[in-house]
């Protein structure tokens, strides 16, 4: 059974960093790409980055680029999402997908919240 799951959701004050982990297991992880996702209320789920599976390309939504870096370690199954200089408007449930061409998997998602 293929089973993600997001950790380190937090309430963080305006410019602060928060380290987001993704911990996959029951699936090869080596051989799936890996993006995270968020979702704020009332807003629809969007993409925020994505890492391919060797790691040599990520890429990044605007609103990421620059504050927030994707890495991950296969040899851990897992991946990351540093972000750092964090706005209100980040505040969003943060889902990790693995995916390939046949499938994707979805954690069940961690609360971040900036707010002062």
């Known amino acids: 059974q293929v089973q993600l799951v997001e950790s380190g959701g937090a309430l963080v004050q305006p410019g602060g960093s928060l380290r987001l982990s993704c911990a996959a297991s029951?699936?090869?992880?080596?051989?799936?790409?890996v993006s995270w996702y968020r979702q704020a209320p009332g807003k629809e789920r969007e993409l925020v980055a994505s890492?391919?599976?060797?790691?040599?390309?990520?890429t990044y939504a605007d609103s990421a680029k620059g504050r927030f870096t994707i890495s991950r370690d296969n040899a851990r199954s897992a991946s990351y999402l540093q972000m750092n200089s964090l706005k209100p408007e980040d505040t969003a449930v943060y889902y990790c997908?693995?995916?390939?061409?046949?499938?994707?998997?979805w954690g069940q998602g961690t609360q971040v919240t900036v707010s002062s």
């Open positions: 997908m693995a995916f390939d061409r046949w499938y994707n998997f």
């Open positions: 029951g699936l090869t992880f080596s051989s799936y790409e």
């Open positions: 890492i391919y599976r060797n790691s040599a390309s990520t």
